[in-house]
């Protein structure tokens, strides 16, 4: 083993790890031709506002979402009932009375459907040209955030670029070409949802409302419903300003003739006023947000707007670079190159997939009052019944977006989750105390933007998922581990402490003693028991029981952290040691996904919950817990979960997490290549049963980050999981818990050299492979690591 040499530096580093962050990778996907389908379009994102950009010629459109822009309100969903049944579901599943106890819950304990995100509408750019257009290409520049569409007819080159700008909350669309006179179009605004259109000056102004109820879409196609006096109201404004020609309206558009230049500047605002405000009674004043907004825009040149998100943008995207190789490839189309992809080839494909779930997450999750982590879609949602409603689904989707957050250096990004948990204690109380006569808070399966806690409608199968609540607690623990930001915790520690209240009083003892959740169910699944029973309502399913472990081993961190409430410390003592323990089958040595040695009803599933303490927690690990460890890599391979729903959303996010810290390079590539191959739109957004579902693109992001960089156990663990297909490369910008950030390369699969930066002046413990080096850092200091061969 090569030892580490330790150097301390004051300027600037000259090893290869200090070049410039922003040369060392090409960032950018580009078409030649425009999108015809949602699935080609470019997303922008601000935080606030999401478009999809086509890059039509005779008819051009950006798809507009208003992060706030939901169907429904304000409502009471408490199940006031299910308390009267819970105790004889209880016993029914202690007396293995599996069938009775689920028909039981599903009459008693299920609620009503989430509300739906809604479109908000479509700017319409319509022309004529007099020619074919030649040289096309629509291109996406992810270092500044950019979309430009270029293209010649008759030999004038015609221009659009497209931004959306967080510091001004506007989508900007510029066109121009190259001879005055040139740009000849209409422009119009329309919507999906009841609406009228006006225009005044030069400006269209689109308002309308959404419904007060939206159907999911697994129900059949049904139209929403609309009632006077329901439904959040809405409003977009577009802007026009020319130089030279023509502006005038016609028939609710605006058309522009013999123009050199056009600038269409589009804000828009909803009336939501938070979460238990009704958004027509109570609701913030969207037009005059609108119109405040477009005065101000009217102050501000082309180059200011530009600049001033360009700014914005880089700061946040330019803090992290990757370069995992060079790849031929590179040069083609991003549609072209995922048709051709081949998993022996194209390691910067990777590189790029990584920078571009940077790029969705800094578009569609930005903090702020009233800003809205992001859903199963992001921001981004074209129909009226989208894919789960595009809620936030939390029995795994909602978290898995964040699971790169904080290592991928975009820890502000983090916050809308933050708040949506804040917000769901809120009724989580009420469910915990209508539903179980518990104390504390509790959300289950679904939450829209209503922040309901209650089992939702169809089957107990995933409506009484139990530990929604503690799993997004988790996050809030998290958060504090990469920044150490006491005051932060101060505000959340009574959330955390609230939700491992409700488990602590709701958890029942199973028939060895253990404490146990009752009723379970594991992630989705069923079950197969030795008689050949099948089912899915259990008790103490293990991935309940790792979360809620985790839960209270992070309530214990944070009490040490603010040194408060000792009391509280040592019942969580207590707790832990009653919970039930993870258990290996004796038949089949692997680990048991429920408390029971029962076998999965169908193991090609791809649902492989039990994997949490591994992919999410620190329960599970090659070092502290290989027994677990060796168990949990039978499963696996017995399992598969890499080969199923062609590799997207969950299936794909949780397989390379799996992998990643098993520390398994070669499996973890194959799973890569897998989403690659099978779960990959023609725009580089995951494909999920039709639907894009970000969380596939997240979550593959995050184990990129982590096959390079691991710090979950207590250690930073440089290159942990490192495929032999990139065998050269360098990141810089990684974050590690404790406030670290960390700069590598590495030759030969071998590293090379690291630099390490300690924001808050921490010890850390820092191995790669066998050997760990143990550094005491101070504030704001930078070190570098290396290898003997580095210096020879």
């Not at 990584?354 to 702020?368: E, K, T």
């Not at 408390?595 to 303490?613: C, E, I, L, M």
Request: charged fraction near 20%.
């Amino acid at each position: 083993m090569k030892q580490f040499i330790i150097i301390t530096i004051v300027a600037i580093l000259t090893i290869a790890c200090s070049a410039d962050k922003s040369k060392s990778t090409k960032t950018g996907i580009w078409f030649n031709q425009p999108a015809t389908t949602w699935n080609e379009a470019i997303p922008i994102g601000n935080g606030t506002l999401g478009g999809m950009v086509y890059g039509g010629i005779e008819s051009d459109t950006i798809k507009i979402n208003e992060e706030t822009l939901w169907s429904g309100g304000p409502r009471d969903l408490q199940n006031y009932d299910a308390i009267n049944h819970l105790s004889k579901i209880r016993q029914l599943l202690l007396n293995d009375k599996t069938k009775k106890a689920e028909k039981l819950i599903n009459e008693t304990m299920l609620g009503e459907y989430n509300e739906s995100y809604m479109p908000m509408g479509d700017l319409v750019i319509n022309s004529n040209p007099n020619g074919k257009a030649e040289n096309y290409t629509r291109q996406l520049d992810l270092e500044n955030g950019l979309v430009t569409t270029n293209y010649s007819i008759h030999s004038i080159e015609y221009k659009k670029e497209v931004f959306a700008s967080f510091p001004d909350k506007t989508i900007v669309i510029k066109l121009s070409a190259n001879k005055s006179g040139q740009l000849n179009f209409s422009t119009s605004l329309t919507s999906l949802l009841k609406h009228k259109v006006e225009v005044v000056g030069n400006q269209i102004i689109l308002s309308g409302n959404a419904p007060k109820h939206a159907y999911p879409d697994y129900l059949g196609k049904i139209p929403p419903v609309y009632e006077d006096g329901y439904g959040m109201r809405f409003q977009m404004n577009l802007l026009v300003r020319n130089k030279g020609g023509v502006v005038k309206s016609i028939n609710n558009e605006i058309v522009v003739e013999n123009a050199d230049e056009v600038e269409l500047i589009l804000t828009a605002a909803t009336s939501f006023n938070g979460f238990d405000k009704n958004p027509v009674t109570e609701g913030k004043d969207y037009k005059a947000i609108c119109e405040k907004r477009i005065a101000a825009l009217e102050e501000l040149n082309y180059k200011e707007l530009k600049n001033r998100h360009i700014e914005d943008y880089s700061e946040l995207f330019g803090r992290v670079s990757l370069n995992l190789g060079e790849s031929e490839s590179s040069d083609l189309p991003i549609n072209e190159r995922i048709t051709n992809y081949k998993p022996d080839e194209d390691p910067e494909l990777t590189s790029l997939y990584f920078q571009f779930g940077r790029y969705l997450l800094i578009s569609s999750s930005r903090p702020g009052k009233f800003a809205q982590p992001a859903n199963l879609q992001g921001i981004w949602s074209r129909l009226l019944q989208p894919g789960w409603s595009s809620n936030w689904t939390l029995n795994c989707n909602a978290q898995i977006n964040y699971w790169g957050v904080e290592i991928a250096n975009l820890s502000e990004c983090h916050l809308p989750l933050v708040e949506l948990t804040k917000e769901l204690s809120v009724d989580g109380a009420l469910t915990a105390k209508n539903m179980y006569g518990a104390s504390g808070w509790i959300a289950h399966h679904n939450a829209d933007i209503w922040r309901t806690t209650s089992p939702v409608g169809g089957s107990g199968l995933w409506a009484i998922y139990q530990v929604g609540s503690a799993w997004l607690c988790h996050h809030l623990w998290e958060h504090y581990e990469f920044t150490l930001d006491k005051e932060y915790l101060k505000d959340v520690y009574p959330v955390m402490k609230g939700a491992a209240q409700f488990y602590m009083d709701n958890l029942q003892r199973d028939e060895d003693g253990f404490l146990v959740t009752n009723p379970s169910e594991s992630f989705e699944n069923h079950f197969k028991k030795p008689d050949g029973t099948t089912g899915w309502a259990c008790v103490g399913a293990t991935q309940d029981m790792q979360i809620i472990r985790d839960l209270f081993q992070n309530c214990k961190l944070a009490l040490a952290e603010l040194n408060i409430d000792k009391e509280f410390d040592t019942k969580l003592d207590e707790y832990l040691t009653q919970l039930l323990p993870m258990r290996i089958s004796p038949t089949t040595g692997r680990l048991q996904e429920w408390k029971d040695d029962w076998k999965s009803a169908n193991h090609n599933s791809g649902q492989v919950a039990h994997g949490w303490g591994l992919a999410v927690g620190n329960q599970i690990s090659t070092r502290e817990t290989p027994e677990l460890a060796a168990a949990f890599t039978k499963t696996l391979e017995y399992r598969k979960p890499w080969e199923t729903n062609e590799c997207g959303s969950w299936t794909g996010s949780f397989s390379a997490k799996f992998w990643a810290r098993l520390g398994d390079g070669q499996m973890l590539q194959t799973v890569f290549d897998n989403h690659f191959n099978w779960a990959i739109f023609p725009n580089l957004t995951s494909n999920f049963r039709g639907f894009w579902e970000i969380d596939g693109n997240l979550g593959i992001t995050a184990s990129i980050a982590e096959m390079l960089l691991q710090s979950h156990t207590g250690e930073i663990v440089l290159l942990p999981a490192l495929p032999t297909k990139y065998p050269n490369g360098e990141v810089k910008g990684l974050r590690a818990r404790n406030g670290f950030e960390i700069d590598m390369k590495w030759e030969n699969n071998e590293l090379v050299g690291a630099v390490i930066f300690s924001e808050n002046g921490k010890e850390c413990k820092v191995r790669y492979k066998e050997k760990v080096i143990t550094l005491h850092m101070k504030k704001d200091e930078k070190l570098t690591l290396a290898v003997n061969s580095f210096y020879e």
